[in-house]
């Protein structure tokens, strides 16, 4: 039997998992946990074959960085990112990691049971494109990256000259992006354009992960 950990902040996403898992003829619990910082304890004290991972777990533990740290312990060990967040870095961010496969809570066709299968018979399973979602009068697919990592920053509430030092670019230059933006989807405001795009998860600021 393949025994799985399961990592997941919500309850019914987290229940579901685990009624599937219990109902699998293949599969048994290893574990059910809410924080993702607490992997490494259930891997060096418990057998686990196949980890659910989150990727914003609960007290701002982060699935990915707990993912990466597990891969360079336990290579063996396979790993399956599950979310409901369009961030448009997480697919590359998951592929860096070495992570096994990646799954869409919502927007999967597949049923995650069969990309387990999938996963533990050596398959590396992932999504070709992040979930396309409306943002206000745009699709999230006409944005650049470029103005999406300005998005990202811009959800921090710092100034142009803030996120322009971060990202290495003038503060006029992230000015217009954010203009750009703003004419995109119809919002009034960058503060509109801020909360709107953390509501709808199409950018999610990690500090842990951008000071990378």
């Given at each position: 039997m393949t025994r799985v950990l399961i990592v997941e902040d919500q309850s019914m996403p987290r229940t579901l998992f685990e009624m599937y898992v219990n109902q699998s003829e293949?599969?048994?619990?290893?574990?059910?946990i809410s924080n993702a910082d607490m992997t490494d304890y259930h891997c060096e004290n418990s057998d686990v074959d196949l980890i659910l991972m989150d990727i914003c777990t609960s007290m701002?533990?982060?699935?990915?960085e707990a993912a990466e740290r597990i891969k360079a312990k336990f290579p063996k060990i396979k790993i399956i990112i599950v979310t409901s967040m369009p961030e448009y870095s997480y697919l590359k961010?998951?592929?860096?990691?070495?992570?096994?496969?990646?799954?869409?809570?919502?927007?999967?066709?597949e049923p995650i049971i069969e990309l387990m299968d999938r996963t533990m018979n050596g398959e590396r399973v992932f999504p070709d494109t992040?979930?396309?979602?409306?943002?206000?009068?745009?699709?999230?697919?006409?944005?650049?990256?470029?103005?999406?990592?300005?998005l990202r920053e811009?959800?921090?509430g710092d100034t142009n000259t803030e996120i322009a030092k971060r990202l290495y670019i003038a503060p006029g230059t992230v000015k217009n992006y954010i203009q750009y933006m703003l004419e995109k989807t119809g919002f009034k405001s960058r503060t509109e354009l801020a909360v709107k795009a953390r509501e709808a998860g199409l950018v999610i600021l990690d500090d842990r992960i951008n000071d990378k």
């Open positions: 293949n599969y048994t619990l290893a574990g059910s701002g533990a982060n699935g990915l961010r998951a592929k860096e990691a070495r992570v096994d496969s990646f799954w869409y809570k919502e927007v999967s066709s992040t979930p396309k979602i409306k943002f206000g009068n745009a699709m999230s697919t006409d944005f650049t990256e470029r103005e999406l990592e300005v811009l959800t921090s």
